[in-house]
């Protein structure tokens, strides 16, 4: 998420515009819903569904903490009641989404979580209902009356969100409803209706927002069904993964339609929970509806019209991703006014004007990447990878500068073989043998990306005009050791014998994927926006505007700065609360270094707080919990020491400590024995040296995520030293009186 600068310098850029669903007028909900929504859903209490006919569960899912009977959705995607797919008068596409959840709540925790449901209202043909099932067999229905509108769709919980929020526009509304007196035993029980209009008007190409479904849940899963109707003006396409089900095609009850049902079964609950990417784990199947109006659509990845597409030759994907990579040149990039060609043309204005054009390769290169980053850092949003590749290899072009494109997918999700959806496909661009990754606002030329560390990749040329035939070739992107992605902590601790806590001075510095992981919280509410077109030798914002504009200018960056002064000591106060899990008191902050430019890669910030619960007194003696101030440290649950499935610790790296603190006068210090430790083995490294010198005692700490990909039969010397780390937050120190 990006961090928004105040509005009284900076306008919000406006996002690309995109198809926005009509829906009941914003606004207080009509006297009449209760009872219009309550109606509009008692239908569905009566369709045939034998698999919410039982409120009793499978013995073993008798200890979970709550079981989900059954969860089925239902979407109709339907063109011809408005009178056919476009028409002068007629040109809205109608989508029908009906739900049914069922689910039995077996502790504390899992009803606490339920005390609240949730549903959609913008038409007044929807409908919910909802009911609670007592265990001696009394049904009572949740009155709605008191529903209240929800701030943000966030919010909202996944077994209460329609498939096509995303696609909904701000339009979508939300409200909840309190369930007074949901105790453990209680079936919960509701259906939900809704219809939504997207206009087609301005479009015969609509590709819906992929969906991923992945089977795991939060809880057992007695039974969980997707069905999707759809007519023949309708592209389909799923892929099941990991030992999914697959969608299958049946007969729909609509001629001229075709259904595509998805249905899981008896799924119990994930067990490794930490080193995973759900994607690549456990089961899921992604899927896809795509309308067109005519035969002649854009785009390779839509297989054929009634078709249950499942996936795509490498020649495929090259194909579609040459043709939406030469497209791009077209799209607005700020607004209907701009395109990204106009802002490409503008751009290399601006650096002919500045006499950087013709400064050498590789600082030219550097530059046209920080101009890029200097334009994202004014958006509300960033920019695609292919918008951020076509503008860096279009500039570079202007010099001559030839470049390579390359595709790849996120690692989070999968190989290149299992590309379902355009948006799955990354583009980078290499120069020579160093590669260029879509900028942040913070990253710098050449800095990795964790989601594409060490991918399979493909550089693809433009089809040949004659026989149409691209040239494919495969690449390997980069991958970073753990010694490139590294934190170290530097803390020197005073402990203070008049309230019994520790005064700290910690010094952390971030590089390589490390650092791009906590740079936005670490400049958060500092000034670097401010003066970051000096990194590439850019013009002030103060260079074109008149007197009065520059007065306001200097006034409201002044006030921007006081709200950074009150929020950032906050902000610091809060992140030590979380990292120490307990309250600490905020003393200072520095950033030293806000690692954005190459001159200057590592971020460094400088802490300095008081913290409490790290000292115990036993008479005159103290012990003291030294190495605590690394911090609290993962602990792996007994449910989870049995691994089942590959280690993806996301990418290799190092964290270091060095803490010391000055024996107090007229104290020995007893127990740094106890402390030393070593663990290294091929998954890892944990190590803690502690010695006494010259008056203080320093410990040594190095914690070593060794591979970022490791099979399930190294999880034994995973748990070694993630055990050795955690176990040693726990240790003390003796501080005994010499006397």
């Known amino acids: 998420m990006k961090f928004s600068i105040h509005k009284a310098i900076f306008i919000s850029i406006c996002l690309m515009p995109g198809l926005a669903f009509s829906s009941f007028a914003q606004g207080v909900i009509d006297e009449d819903f209760i009872e219009v929504i309550e109606k509009n859903a008692a239908p569905y209490w009566s369709e045939s569904a034998s698999a919410f006919t039982t409120n009793s569960i499978p013995e073993k899912w008798k200890n979970e903490s709550a079981v989900i009977i059954g969860y089925k959705r239902s979407i109709t995607f339907d063109k011809k009641i408005s009178g056919g797919w476009i028409s002068s008068t007629k040109s809205n596409v109608f989508l029908f989404e009906k739900v049914r959840f069922k689910i039995k709540l077996q502790d504390k925790n899992a009803t606490e979580g339920f005390t609240e449901v949730y549903f959609r209202y913008g038409d007044k043909l929807d409908g919910f209902s909802a009911k609670v099932i007592k265990p001696n067999g009394e049904t009572q229905t949740v009155d709605v009356s008191d529903a209240v509108e929800v701030d943000s769709k966030n919010e909202v919980p996944e077994f209460f969100k329609s498939f096509f929020d995303q696609n909904s526009g701000a339009e979508t509304r939300y409200y909840k409803v309190a369930i007074p007196n949901l105790e453990v035993g209680d079936v919960l029980e509701y259906v939900a209706y809704t219809k939504s209009k997207l206009n087609v008007m301005s479009s015969g190409y609509v590709e819906f927002d992929p969906q991923y479904e992945i089977c795991s849940k939060k809880y057992p899963v007695m039974y969980n069904e997707i069905s999707i109707d759809t007519d023949d003006k309708t592209f389909f396409k799923s ?220 550089i693809i040329k433009e089809p040949a005009r004659k026989t149409g035939i691209q040239e494919i070739t495969p690449v390997t992107l980069p991958d970073a050791a753990a010694t490139e992605n590294t934190v170290h902590y530097d803390i020197t601790a005073q402990y203070d014998p008049v309230t019994n806590k520790m005064n700290v001075n910690r010094s952390s510095t971030y590089n390589g994927i490390s650092k791009a992981k906590e740079i936005d919280n670490i400049v958060k509410f500092t000034s670097y926006i401010f003066d970051d077109f000096k990194i590439y030798f850019g013009s002030s914002p103060l260079d074109k505007m008149s007197s009065r504009q520059a007065d306001e200018y200097y006034s409201s960056v002044a006030a921007i700065k006081e709200e950074f002064k009150n929020a950032k000591p906050e902000q610091v106060q809060q992140e030590l609360n979380k990292e120490y899990r307990q309250k600490v008191k905020y003393k200072n902050f520095k950033l030293v270094s806000d690692g954005r430019a190459l001159v200057r890669k590592q971020l460094t910030a400088a802490e300095e707080f008081e913290i409490g619960d790290m000292t115990k007194k036993a008479g005159k003696k103290i012990l003291v919990n030294l190495p605590g101030l690394m911090g609290v440290q993962l602990q792996i649950a007994k449910d989870e020491r049995n691994r089942t499935k590959d280690i993806q610790v996301g990418y290799a790296r190092t964290l270091s400590w060095k803490i010391s603190m000055p024996v107090p006068a007229g104290y020995t210090v007893k127990g740094l024995k106890e402390l030393n430790t070593m663990v290294d083995n091929e998954a890892g490294k944990f190590s803690c040296e502690a010695k006494e010198e010259n008056g203080n005692v320093v410990l040594t700490i190095v914690k070593v995520y060794k591979k970022k990909d490791m099979p399930k039969e190294k999880w034994n010397e995973m748990l070694a030293f993630i055990d050795a780390a955690y176990n040693n937050t726990f240790r003390y120190i003796l501080l005994q009186p010499k006397n």
């Open 239 to 458: 892929l099941s993964q990991n030992g999914a089900p697959e969608f299958k095609k049946e007969e729909s009850d609509v001629k001229g339609f075709f259904r595509y049902v998805f249905v899981d079964k008896d799924r119990a609950t994930e067990k490794d929970v930490n080193f995973i990417s759900p994607m690549l784990a456990y089961p899921v199947v992604k899927f896809q509806v795509i309308y067109a109006n005519s035969d002649k659509v854009r785009g390779a990845l839509i297989g054929e019209k009634g078709e249950l597409k499942s996936g795509f030759t490498k020649e495929e994907v090259a194909k579609i991703a040459w043709d939406d990579y030469v497209s791009v040149g077209r799209y607005p990039i700020n607004n209907a006014m701009m395109t990204v060609q106009d802002f490409i043309n503008y751009t290399w204005g601006d650096m002919k004007r500045e006499n950087v054009s013709d400064l050498p390769e590789e600082k030219f290169i550097q530059n046209v990447y920080y101009r890029i980053r200097n334009h994202v850092l004014f958006r509300s949003t960033y920019l695609s990878d292919k918008m951020f590749a076509y503008i860096f290899g279009s500039l570079l072009f202007q010099r001559k500068i030839n470049s390579d494109l390359i595709i790849t997918t996120s690692n989070k999700i999968g190989k290149l073989k299992d590309v379902l959806f355009d948006g799955e496909i990354k583009y980078v661009i290499r120069v020579g043998d160093k590669f260029y990754f879509n900028c942040t606002d913070h990253s710098n030329p050449g800095e990795l990306v964790e989601t594409l560390l060490g991918n399979e990749a493909y």
